[in-house]
T-cell receptor
Framework: AQSVTQLDSQVPVFEEAPVELRCNYSSSVSVYLFWYVQYPNQGLQLLLKYLSGSTLVESINGFEAEFNKSQTSFHLRKPSVHISDTAEYFC????????????FGRGTSLIVHP | DAGVTQSPTHLIKTRGQQVTLRCSPK?????VSWYQQALGQGPQFIFQ???????QRGNFPDRFSGHQFPNYSSELNVNALLLGDSALYLC??????????????FGSGTRLTVV
């Protein structure tokens, strides 16, 4: 079975600073990878996903993540964060064949300070 | 285009009681999955419904059961509630294309508190 480890439970950062949220996965077969964002009292929203092809994927609001198969990682980065990026971020993995049911990590709380 | 709708938004129940949570999927989606998100944790997969049948199930006891209706909406039932069942219950809908499901859309969840 696949699993996800988010190495940081909380990441504080100042506005306009760069940030990296770390995610490592474990699987013996090919996987799809996702990042979801959850704002307070809301459900999860898909931020970006890796299915195949280019290992660098981008979201419309400036986030990017790179699939690194050798290091089994899918870290999320943003070069300059805004106060509005404060939220909980979840990394998820699903098998590339089958039911595609994602397994989520425990989440990383990104806290952007002014 | 309405997204995933869950009801109620909040619920308080007593230990031992039973609860039913409801989910209407996004228009065009035919598959519904349920997740439990305990405070400070990531969502845990409960089960998935397609064509009114349970397709897959996570590591949850039989006290958790579900149903999918012909219009693709779904219910999650939990019997004999325990304090540990207190959590945010998320419904996610998606479309099955014959090989797998894609494009999970999550609802805002139902916050269940068991006292």
């Amino acid at each position: 079975a696949q699993s996800v480890t988010q190495l940081d439970s909380q990441v504080p950062v100042f506005e306009e600073a760069p940030v990296e949220l770390r995610c490592n996965y474990s699987s013996s077969v090919s996987v799809y990878l996702f990042w979801y964002v959850q704002y307070p009292n809301q459900g999860l929203q898909l931020l970006l996903k890796y299915l195949s092809g280019s290992t660098l994927v981008e979201s419309i609001n400036g986030f990017e993540a790179e699939f690194n198969k050798s290091q089994t990682s899918f870290h999320l980065r943003k070069p300059s964060v805004h106060i509005s990026d404060t939220a909980e971020y979840f990394c998820a993995v699903s098998l590339s064949g089958g039911s595609y049911i994602p397994t989520f990590g425990r989440g990383t709380s990104l806290i952007v300070h002014p | 285009d309405a997204g995933v709708t869950q009801s109620p938004t909040h619920l308080i129940k007593t230990r031992g009681q039973q609860v039913t949570l409801r989910c209407s999927p996004k228009s065009g989606h035919d598959t519904v999955s349920w997740y439990q998100q305990a405070l400070g944790q990531g969502p845990q997969f409960i089960f998935q419904y397609y064509e009114e049948e349970e397709r897959q199930r996570g590591n949850f006891p039989d006290r958790f059961s579900g149903h999918q209706f012909p219009n693709y909406s779904s219910e999650l039932n939990v019997n004999a509630l325990l304090l540990g069942d207190s959590a945010l219950y998320l419904c996610a809908s998606s479309l099955y294309d014959g090989t797998g499901v894609y494009g999970y859309t999550f609802g805002s969840g139902t916050r269940l508190t068991v006292v």
